[in-house]
């Protein structure tokens, strides 16, 4: 079955740099365009960075461009996340979602991991 | 702010149907796809295209759309439905960014 576990989350200070990691698990990793999303304590859904399947591709929300960099690295199934210049702002729950492909919609994120805990706290 | 618009709560009787709905210009040209978060978990695809339910999601969940606004419609509701559901689409210029709506918490009642 698909699994996806993320890692590397935890406590940082403003400023600072983390990078997350995602490992893929019961289907073709290559084949398959990846997501972040983010959640803020109490908050929504954040849509944050897009790798397309073979990383030839990166896309990223307004309030992270510049400062994130999503990678993959499809010989070892894992996706990544580099967070740098880190924020309060960014504190939040960062899940990494497989991305599912159907005409005229937008991005459907059809399998989840449980996500990593990011707090950035001075 | 959010290209997407919600209803931030909704509320339902045991067994009654509930409609929740999602806003945006970009709808008229894409569908929507929605999630189940339920407290403590990872968000669950419950809805995707014209009107396609995953695989293991109770055909009571069903989807429509009419001009700008999606709606994703829970047919005789049970207590396991309380969560809080977020849409998701292409952003207003429709390029590749992704976007989400605010999110509606849904109390059965």
């Given at each position: 079955q698909v699994q996806l576990v993320e890692s590397g989350g935890g406590v940082v200070q403003p400023g600072k740099s983390l990078r997350l990691s995602c490992a893929a698990s019961g289907?073709?990793?290559?084949d398959y365009g990846m997501h972040w999303v983010r959640q803020a304590p109490g908050k929504g859904l954040e849509w944050v960075a897009i790798i397309w399947s073979d990383g030839a591709a990166t896309y990223y929300g307004d309030s992270v461009k510049g400062r994130f960099t999503v990678s993959r690295d499809n010989s070892k199934n894992t996706l990544f996340l580099q967070m740098n210049?880190?924020?309060?702002?960014?504190t939040a729950m960062y899940y990494c979602a497989r991305d599912f492909y159907s005409d005229r919609s937008g991005y459907i994120f059809d399998y989840w991991g449980q996500g990593t805990l990011v707090t950035v706290f001075s | 702010s959010s290209d997407l618009t919600q209803d931030p709560a909704v509320s339902v009787a045991l067994g009654q149907t509930v409609r929740i709905t999602c806003q945006a210009d970009s709808l008229r040209r894409y569908y929507a796809s929605w999630y189940q978060q339920k407290p403590g978990q990872a968000p669950v695809l419950v809805m995707y295209g014209k009107n396609n339910r995953p695989s293991g999601i109770p055909d009571r969940f069903s989807g429509s759309s009419s001009g700008n606004t999606a709606s994703l419609t829970i047919t005789g509701?049970?207590?396991?439905?309380?969560a809080d559901y977020y849409c998701n689409s292409r952003d207003s210029n429709g390029n590749h960014l992704g976007v989400f709506g605010g999110g509606t918490k849904l109390t059965v009642l």
């Open positions: 289907f073709r990793f290559r210049s880190l924020r309060a702002e960014d | 509701a049970q207590a396991e439905d309380e």
